[in-house]
Nanobody
Framework: QVQLVESGGGLVQPGGSLRLSCAASGSIFSIYAMGWYRQAPGKQRELVAAITSGGSTNYADSVKGRFTISRDNAKNTVYLQMNSLKPEDTAVYYC??????????????WGQGTQVTVSS
């Protein structure tokens, strides 16, 4: 079993910042790619940012230059620093990870989601 627990969401004014965290726990041997997705009401879930175990990153065009993904492998945690937030960033943000778990099985896991609302 692998669990991902997100934290750090909330209400922020346009132009403000938030930092999301996602901690993985359970029977983990190692974690490959980790990422953040988001889903706004009436829209499909989309990739926001991803990071490999080696630190290579990938971002959606809409967040490049504003969001930064990072990870702490020792803590099995991934972060998303969000700056210059816009109302269109409002969504539920989900953490995702590919985990090598006990039994040498690779599991794709999702967190429960955290709400980010950007509004004045």
């Amino acid at each position: 079993q692998v669990q991902l627990v997100e934290s750090g969401g909330g209400l922020v004014q346009p132009g403000g910042s938030l930092r999301l965290s996602c901690a993985a726990s359970g029977s983990i041997f190692s974690i490959y790619a980790m990422g953040w997705y988001r889903q706004a009401p009436g829209k499909q879930r989309e990739l926001v940012a991803a990071i490999t175990s080696g630190g290579s990153t990938n971002y959606a065009d809409s967040v490049k230059g504003r969001f930064t993904i990072s990870r702490d492998n020792a803590k099995n945690t991934v972060y998303l620093q969000m700056n210059s937030l816009k109302p269109e960033d409002t969504a539920v943000y989900y953490c995702n990870a590919d985990v090598l778990a006990s039994g040498w099985v690779t599991i794709n896991s999702w967190g429960q989601g955290t709400q980010v609302t950007v509004s004045s």
